[in-house]
């Protein structure tokens, strides 16, 4: 008999997975891990030197003043 | 909100007084910890136990991440060896995660939090700490110090005279090199890094721990070891932090504590739990924003709508992931 794939083996009632089948997906689960160990943890991208400041936007006569504008 | 509607929505609760309606007396630190985030959370949510339909993926994966650990936990403390523990593991996130109704796995819409990286992050956690220094403690009975429950008379008493308790569950009570701690587990997507294991001192549920830790079992408690998973997509990072308090910090808790629940006095007997409109955006976003951006007068009917209800007894049900 073949052995299922990892695949089948997801998608398989897991009261009908033998043994030997829990070891497939064990072992298949592990495999990644030395890789992705090795790999940089991402750090958060630290602000550019030179800021920018953006243009003021023009304020129509007719516009109000949101709650948050007030929460200081 | 009138005495009618909370004696109603508590009658199953054995958590509540029945002499000061709507008065929790069993608290365990979700319900404090939501308490003093936002009463009105509280009321919704503990009181109620009115919950969004769909369930956050985060608990349900929270929830058999605890679940598996303790099932390995267990099979290693009866004598099997590292892989024959984790194999016991494997097949119980596999059953975990099987809706046997529907004859399909857990289907989540989540990238980041799925069976995959369940299963995965299960594997290599334990993979990592297999030789971990940190040993279950045994009980007076034999059995492992893992997902305990607890249950203690705080000696804070109402103004009818009856007497909170503090409960809940520990993940697991263990020691190293003559040292007791409680060990926590938990998931996250984000980075592990200073910042996140700031969030731990101060912070409700941990001093709860601790203090349990310290009362029920009567060990020179360190403090917490928070065992912390980064769940990403193409892998899980694991870190461990420790969060310590001294006796000075557990007295100051405590003493919050009593004053937490003189006001959960004062609001039950007000039938009334105000708004902390200042937590709506805290931790994702409150479950129950919408709800409380409407009208009092149509709030039960979108309650109703797109909520259910379950029964929160902390006597009864696991509380903290």
Redesign the interface.
Known sequence: MNPRSLDALFNEDPDDLSEEETLIIMDALRKDRERFAAEPESKPKKASPVATVPKPKKVSASSTLSVDDLDI | MTPDILIEATRLNTAFSTLIPGLQLAWDSTSMGTFKECPRKYYLSILHGWQPRAMSVHLIFGLHYHSVLEAYDHAKFRGLNHQQA??VA??TA??LT?D?KL???WMSDDKYKN??TL??SI??YL?QFENDPMQTVRLANGKPAVELSFRFNSTYQNSVGETYLLCGHLDRLAEMNSQFWILDRKTTKN?IDERYWRQFSPNNQMSQYDFAGKVVYNLPIQGIIIDAAQVLI????FKRGFATRDDDQRNEWYHDMGLQLDLAERYAKACYWPMNDKSCGNFGGCPFQDICGKSPKVRDQWLKGAYTKRLWDPLQVRGDI
Do not use: F
């Open positions: 984790m194999s494997v097949k596999m059953v099987w046997k004859g399909r796995p069976r995959l299963l995965r594997v290599w993979d980075q193409t892998g899980t990072r």
